[in-house]
């Protein structure tokens, strides 16, 4: 008897799922695992293969959970993707005691029409709809691996399959990263050869209103530029003495925000222009002395730009706020001796990136106290996330380099996001239409083909578009790197498997209306993921490598 099959099955089986608060970082997200090996160890095929079936810690006190389904004798393998980590329910308001129950905040939504938005009771109006943290991103994509694992250990694929699910997803993808290099070593234990590694994020809407669905050749890449800006203090009866760093870190995000020359095309699809993701000074506590250090982080999307095709733009970027910056202070200085007896000082803001103040403080100060200051600001780190630590790492060599001031200093802070795209792999260039015809003729669903999933995932951690070298400027300027956070780009490198995402249709993640369509997931989706499988092991000249 099957246990995740039918539509009831595969809705309890969801609904169990999304019950497991798995927040990131929450103590729910570690026990996940444990639940869901416990679920997949029901089926005979991991009682009787217990060994195909393994928790693997991360170097955090988390886990991820890898279930092989192998055929004897039998190489080529699929592997599933997915996280089980969700993203915190205060959003929910009111509802947030029911945001992890979603029969109970589905049937409380439906007694309370006039309390959600128009497009939401449209939705209810029309469809099946299922609400509840996690029911689209991505609860339903692990329940429908579990499905086909379950199908692959009754024999049904002409390959073995691989579930991968991970934690973190929503943060820093701990989980992905650490589960490449696992990836490698089973291959090597079991003699598989990933053919490709599918992915079940939910579609994401382009625009509002948008009701495509979706089929994805790959993953939007993402980098997180920062700007240390180190002003001049002074007290603030003088302020025309120093130089706010406010004021500098506000004129770069006025340059960088909504920057479109920042934008990439490629083959129609677009990314979006950087925006900013953390503003601040860096003063503690209050005082009449101006903050003269603070920040700015942008969210910077990439298709095919390496990372040395935007350190140049993000200095230029910089050097053109600096010039504006110089010219506002000899304006408003000027304007201001018509009232004092001052005498306007000429400013000048030095640019670099954090590789070249680096190398400047290990010239200046000797490598060993260089190495020393950052050791000591690492073991203070405390509960500091890594965007605020690797802050802490910039700060501290531009004070110890403080004469280089004013400075604005470019550099990276994580996570890094790899992009990628298959849309040149002969194997996805043979499924993929085959796919969306199969859609058509089966089921009347039209799948347009987009080359990048653009709501950022753990397939950016399947393979580099380049050569790992090519890499060397990012990790010039990260500051954490290797001091707390790395990514395994030889391991990247070395993997290399196609990629491509199907997934269910859903609306509004990572809000308190986040909703799944229930009967497009578990009928017309389950059988087109079904139909997918068989595809991409059918042989042929298009293996992967």
Not at 49 to 59: A, I, R, S
Not at 344 to 352: E, T
Request: charged content about 20%; hydrophobic content about 40%; overall charge negative.
């Amino acid at each position: 008897m099957s246990k995740w099959q039918t539509h009831e099955q595969l809705l309890d089986l969801l609904c169990d799922l999304v019950q497991i608060p798995s927040v990131t970082e929450s103590a729910a997200e570690k026990e996940f695992p444990s639940a869901v090996t416990q679920r997949l160890r029901e089926l005979d095929y991991y009682q009787q293969h217990p060994e195909h079936l393994q928790l693997h810690p991360t170097d955090d006190g988390r886990a991820f959970v890898t279930a092989l389904a192998k055929k004897e004798g039998v190489q080529d393998t699929i592997i599933l993707i997915s996280h089980f980590d969700v993203v915190s329910v205060e959003d929910y308001g009111a509802w947030m005691p029911h945001a992890f129950d979603p029969r109970t905040l589905t049937r409380l939504y439906a007694e309370q029409p006039d309390e959600l938005p128009e497009a939401v009771q449209q939705d209810m109006a029309a469809g099946d709809w299922l609400f509840g943290r996690g029911t689209m991103d991505m609860k339903c994509g692990l329940a429908l691996h579990m499905s086909l694992i379950e199908r692959a250990c009754a024999g049904e694929f002409a390959g073995n399959l691989l579930l991968v699910t991970v934690p973190d997803e929503e943060a820093n993808s701990v989980g992905m990263r650490a589960a490449v290099p696992v990836l490698l070593e089973l291959a090597r234990t079991h003699g598989l050869v990933y053919r490709t590694v599918v992915n079940s994020e939910p579609m994401f809407a382009r625009f509002p209103g948008d009701t495509e669905k979706y089929i994805y050749t790959g993953s939007i890449g993402k980098v997180l530029p920062g700007f240390l800006c180190y002003g001049k203090e002074t007290h603030v009866g003088e302020p025309l003495a120093g130089l706010n760093a406010n004021l500098m870190a506000s004129q770069l995000t006025c340059e960088m925000e909504l920057n479109t020359s920042f934008c990439e095309t490629i083959e129609g699809e677009a990314t979006a222009p950087p925006t900013n993701l953390i503003q601040k000074d860096l003063k503690k506590g209050y005082s009449v002395q101006i903050p003269h250090r603070a920040v700015t982080l942008f969210n910077l999307f990439l298709l095919e730009k390496q990372i040395e095709d935007v350190v140049e733009p993000l200095l230029a970027t910089a050097k053109k706020a600096a010039d504006k910056l110089a010219r506002h202070y000899a304006e408003q200085a000027e304007q201001y001796s018509q009232y004092a007896a001052f005498a306007p000082q000429p400013l000048s803001i030095a640019v670099m990136s954090y590789a070249e103040l680096y190398d400047y403080a290990v010239r200046t100060h000797g490598k060993e106290r260089v190495e020393a200051l950052q050791q000591e600001l690492i073991d203070q780190r405390g509960d500091r996330d890594d965007r605020d630590m690797a802050i802490e790492l910039v700060d501290g060599l531009a004070i110890l380099c403080k004469e280089l001031s004013p400075m604005i200093v470019l550099f990276f802070a994580p996570p890094f996001y790899p992009a990628i795209s298959s849309r040149h792999h002969p194997l996805i260039k043979r499924v993929i239409p085959a796919l969306q015809a199969h859609a058509q003729a089966q089921h009347q669903v039209r799948l347009k083909l987009q080359h990048y999933f653009g709501g950022i995932s753990d397939l950016s951690y399947c393979g580099l578009q380049v050569p790992a070298t090519a890499m060397q400027p990012l990790v010039a300027n990260m500051p954490l790197w290797d001091k707390g956070y790395t990514i395994p780009l030889q391991e990247l490198e070395a993997f290399d498997v196609p990629v491509m995402n199907l997934g269910p249709v859903g609306r509004d993640a990572h809000q308190w209306t986040e909703r799944l369509d229930v009967a497009y997931a578990f009928g017309p989706l389950q059988e087109m993921l079904i139909a997918c499988i068989h595809m991409l092991l059918e042989p042929g000249s298009d293996q992967a490598k």
